[in-house]
């Protein structure tokens, strides 16, 4: 049972453009979610992320937003660039004994940034 | 800067060798992860702990086992490599058991067995 999903494998945008980058979970106990970012040959690196209490964390060029109600969350990156072509991951952890272990990681999604 | 430094970069091994993998941080994180990406499945936990000689099973353990005899190190062990363990092994670790820090990720080792 995928408890995080992101649907899209990839997603080209032209640079200056906004991406949009989604996920969906199914776990209600889930009290962070954050964004990875990564590149070929290298470890994921942490972008942003947000508590379940929120609906927006912003910064600089991304923000990420949260609809609780419709377990949704999105990565909004404007404008993008070329160096943020990459494999981005959605992640949600839970309190200890919430129903998952560790960070729980989506398929990821390529984001492609074309010039 | 804070690391997490996993010892190889890139593996050839043989089927049926036994695999070491290991990650060494410099953050006294007490939680320790090690977790295998693959196309198109994302990342896949193996194993973690929270303590020194402490360790718990993720999502998918079977054919690893792993090591934490100090708080910095944390071995993942492939007991007799298998074609399907092909794959990019990464190791984290972290300030808190829930996800409000993140994680920070080592580099990451490709392991290919042939």
Not at chain 1, 11 to 18: A, K, M, P, T
Not at chain 1, 48 to 69: A, C, H, P, W, Y
């Amino acid at each position: 049972d995928q408890q995080v999903k992101q649907n899209s494998p990839s997603l080209s945008v032209q640079e200056g453009r906004i991406s949009i980058l989604n996920c969906d979970y199914t776990n209600s106990m889930f009290d962070y979610f954050l964004w990875y970012k990564k590149y070929p040959a290298e470890g994921p690196t942490f972008l942003i992320s947000i508590s379940s209490i929120k609906d927006k964390n912003e910064d600089g060029r991304f923000t990420v937003f949260l609809n609780k109600s419709a377990k949704h969350l999105s990565l909004h990156i404007v404008p993008s660039q070329p160096g943020d072509s990459a494999v981005y991951f959605c992640a949600a952890s839970t309190p200890v004994g919430g129903g998952a272990d560790g960070l729980t990681f989506g398929k990821g999604t390529h984001l492609i940034i074309q010039p | 800067d804070v690391k997490v430094t996993q010892s190889s970069r890139y593996l050839v091994k043989r089927t049926g060798e036994k695999v070491f993998l290991e990650c060494v941080q410099d953050m006294d994180h007490e939680n320790m992860f090690w977790y295998r990406q693959d196309p198109g499945l994302g990342l896949r936990l193996i194993y973690f702990s929270y303590d020194v000689k402490m360790k718990e099973k993720g999502d998918i353990p079977e054919g690893y086992s792993v090591s934490r005899e100090k708080k910095e190190r944390f071995s993942l062990i492939l007991e007799s490599a298998s074609t399907n363990q092909t794959s990019m092994y990464l190791c984290a670790s972290s300030l808190t058991q829930g996800g409000s820090y993140g994680y920070t990720f080592g580099s990451g080792t490709r392991l290919t067995v042939v």
